[in-house]
C-alpha cells in the first residue's frame, strides 16, 4: 500500500537541488497511482519516477540520498514516486565591500577566498546569509567594521525571499589605528577611528612634577596639525603612530634677602638652559634717606648654582639642576647736613652702623677783612660746639651747623694809639678808643682830634653798632712846639761844644809852635 505525503519540506527541495545539479526547484511526492509507466510531457517537463531502473545508478544514489530522508520520515514503504518540476529561478550573489570575511549561506561557511558567490535559487524560496563577524581585521592597523547591506538591512544575519536577481553587499567602512606614544603626560586619543575621519589627541602639558625642583613639560608632537600644542589633531588616512616629545625641566627660586626689592628670574626652565636673574642696583626706601645697594648673589639649598657674576645685579646660570639663589644688600642711611655757609662734603649716604666723621671749618669769610661767619655748633641728631663730630649712621640722621655773622671794625690810626679794632658780632656794639697824645719823638706831639670815616665824634672814646663792616679814622693835629724847643737846645749845644772844640784846637796849635822853637 502506498501512502500520500503533501509537499517535500522546502530545506529538503533545496538539498535535492544541490545534490544532483538540476534546475528543479521543488519536488512533490504523490499517493498510489495506477500509471505504472513513465508519462513524458515534453512541454511541461514532468517526469514520474516508478522505480529504480528508471535512472543511472549514480544519479539515482544521489536522488535517494535525499529522498529517502523523506521516506524514512514519511512512510514505511520503500517504494515511492516523485515528480520533478521545473519551476522559475533566479541568480543571487552574495559578496563584502572592502574587507572580505567569511560568509555563512542556509548554514554552509564559506571562505573569503571563495567570494563572490552565485546562487540560483528558486522564486519564492527562503534562504539565510550571515556574516561570521562584524569586524574584520587586514593588515595592520585596519579593520573593516559591519555597517549594513547594501539594501539597507543592518543585520548580521538575515534570511531573505527570493523574488528577483539580485546582489547582496555586506558593506563595511574601514577603520585605521591611531596610536599615541608618550612616555609622560597621561596621553588620550589612541584607538580605532573610521578612515579620513579628524582625530583628536592630547596628553597633559606637565607630568612627574616634583614641586619646586622638577618636571617634565611637553614639548611637541612629531605630527599633526598642532605640533606645538598638547592638544593636536591630524588626518587619519592610514594607520598612525604620534610621538610626544618631552623635555626636562627644573625650578629656579630668585629672592631677595630684603623684603619688597624686586628681583626677576623664578620659574620652570628646560635643563641646560642658560637663565638671565636680575635685580636693580639699588632701592630706595625712602628718598634720600633709607637705601638698600645690591651686594652679591648667593646659592641656597641643596645644590649649588654656578652663578656666572655673582657681583653682578644682572647675571646668568645654567640650569643642570633646581636651584635657590637669593640677592644680598647692604643697607645704607642718610646723613643729611644743612648749612648756610661752607662746602660740607659728607652728606650723602652709609652703610648702616658705620661712623663718619663730618667737619667744618670754624671761620669762613664772605668778604674778606669785612664779614665773616663763625661756627657755633651743631643741633641735630647730636648737638655739639665742636665742629669735629663723629656720628653713628644706625639710622636717619641730620645735623644742622649753626653760624654767627661777625663785621670787622676797622680802625684807622696814622700815628696807633687806638683801641677797639676786630671782629664783632652782627648788631652788637663795638667800643673803640684812642690815646690824646702820643708822643712823636724830638718833642713833637700828636694830640688827638677827633674821628672820621662811618663815626665823626671828637670824643677820644666812642662806639658804634656794628650792622656792617665799619671804617674809622682817628685824626690827629701835630703839636712841634717841643721840637722847636728842643731844637733851640740842641742848637745852643752844638754852638757851645763848636766852641769849646775851637779853643781846643787853638791851645794845641800853639803849644805844637812852642815845641818847634826850642
Known amino acids: ?17 544541490n545534490t544532483i545539479g538540476e534546475k528543479v526547484l521543488s519536488v512533490v511526492l504523490l499517493g498510489s497511482t495506477a ?57 543571487v550573489t552574495v559578496n563584502t565591500y572592502p574587507g572580505p570575511t567569511f560568509i555563512m549561506v542556509d548554514g554552509l561557511l564559506y571562505l573569503p577566498t571563495d567570494l563572490p558567490l552565485t546562487f540560483e535559487w528558486a522564486e519564492n524560496s527562503t534562504h539565510n546569509i550571515s556574516i ?7 593588515q ?23 523574488s528577483r536577481d539580485e546582489a547582496l553587499t555586506a558593506i563595511f567602512k574601514t577603520q585605521y589605528h591611531l596610536t599615541v606614544l608618550s612616555p609622560y603626560g597621561e596621553p588620550e586619543g589612541q584607538g ?87 635685580t636693580v642696583k639699588m632701592w630706595e626706601v ?20 654656578a652663578i656666572a657674576d655673582p657681583e653682578s645685579p644682572v647675571t646668568t646660570l645654567v640650569m643642570d639642576n633646581f636651584y635657590s639663589v637669593r640677592a644680598e644688600w647692604v643697607e ?65 640722621k641730620t645735623l644742622n651747623a649753626k653760624w654767627k655773622k661777625q663785621y670787622f671794625l676797622n680802625i684807622v690810626s696814622e700815628h696807633g694809639g687806638v683801641d677797639g679794632g676786630g671782629w664783632y658780632d652782627e648788631g652788637s656794639t663795638a667800643r673803640f678808643s684812642a690815646r690824646k697824645v702820643i708822643d712823636g719823638g724830638w718833642g713833637v706831639k700828636y694830640v688827638f682830634v677827633g674821628w672820621s670815616g662811618d663815626t665823626l665824634i671828637s670824643s677820644s672814646e666812642g662806639s658804634v653798632v656794628m650792622d656792617e663792616p665799619k671804617t674809622i679814622v682817628a685824626v690827629w693835629r701835630t703839636d712841634y712846639t717841643n721840637l722847636y724847643l728842643n731844637i733851640v737846645v740842641i742848637v745852643g749845644v752844638i754852638s757851645a761844644f763848636a766852641l ?19
Not at 500520500?4 to 522546502?10: A, R, S, T, W
Not at 588616512?237 to 610621538?243: G, K
Not at 660740607?344 to 664779614?371: F, H, M, Q, W
Open 1 to 17: 500500500m502506498k501512502r500520500k505525503v503533501d509537499i517535500i519540506l522546502q530545506e529538503t527541495v533545496n538539498k535535492l537541488i
Open 192 to 278: 580605532w577611528y573610521d578612515a579620513d575621519a579628524i582625530v583628536s589627541f592630547k596628553v597633559k602639558p606637565y607630568d612627574r612634577i616634583t614641586e619646586g625642583k622638577s618636571r617634565f613639560a611637553f614639548n611637541r608632537w612629531d605630527k599633526g596639525f598642532s605640533p606645538w600644542s598638547p592638544e593636536n589633531s591630524i588626518y587619519l588616512s592610514s594607520p598612525l603612530t604620534v610621538s610626544a616629545k618631552w623635555k626636562k625641566q627644573y625650578w629656579l627660586d630668585v629672592s631677595s634677602s630684603v623684603e619688597g626689592i624686586p628681583v626677576s628670574g623664578s620659574g620652570w626652565y628646560d635643563e641646560g638652559e642658560k637663565v638671565t636673574i636680575r
Open 132 to 138: 561570521t563577524s562584524n569586524i574584520v581585521y587586514g
Open 35 to 91: 500509471m505504472g509507466e513513465i508519462k513524458q510531457v515534453q512541454d511541461v517537463d514532468v517526469y514520474v519516477v516508478l522505480d529504480e531502473d528508471w535512472l543511472d545508478l549514480d544519479t539515482l544514489e544521489k536522488i535517494k540520498q535525499v529522498l529517502n530522508f523523506i521516506h524514512d520520515e514519511f512512510t514505511d514503504d520503500e517504494t515511492f514516486i516523485a515528480i520533478f518540476r521545473k519551476v522559475k529561478v533566479h541568480r
Open 332 to 396: 645704607e642711611w642718610y646723613l643729611k647736613i644743612n648749612s648756610s655757609y661752607g662746602e660740607i662734603e659728607n652728606e650723602g649716604y652709609y652703610p648702616a652702623n658705620s661712623t663718619v666723621k663730618v667737619s667744618v671749618k670754624p671761620i669762613i669769610e664772605l668778604d674778606e677783612g669785612r664779614c665773616r661767619v663763625v661756627f657755633t655748633g651743631w643741633e641735630g641728631s647730636i648737638n655739639s660746639t665742636k665742629p669735629e663730630v663723629m656720628i653713628l649712621m644706625d639710622g636717619f
Open 500 to 518: 769849646v772844640v775851637k779853643k781846643g784846637a787853638m791851645k794845641r796849635i800853639y803849644s805844637h809852635k812852642t815845641v818847634k822853637g826850642k
Open 140 to 162: 595592520p592597523g585596519t579593520r573593516y567594521v559591519f555597517e549594513r547591506w547594501n539594501d539597507g538591512s543592518t543585520e548580521t544575519s538575515r534570511n531573505i525571499t527570493v
Open 286 to 305: 625712602e628718598k634720600n634717606r633709607h637705601k638698600y645697594v645690591f651686594s652679591r648673589w648667593t646659592s641656597l639649598g641643596e645644590n649649588f648654582a
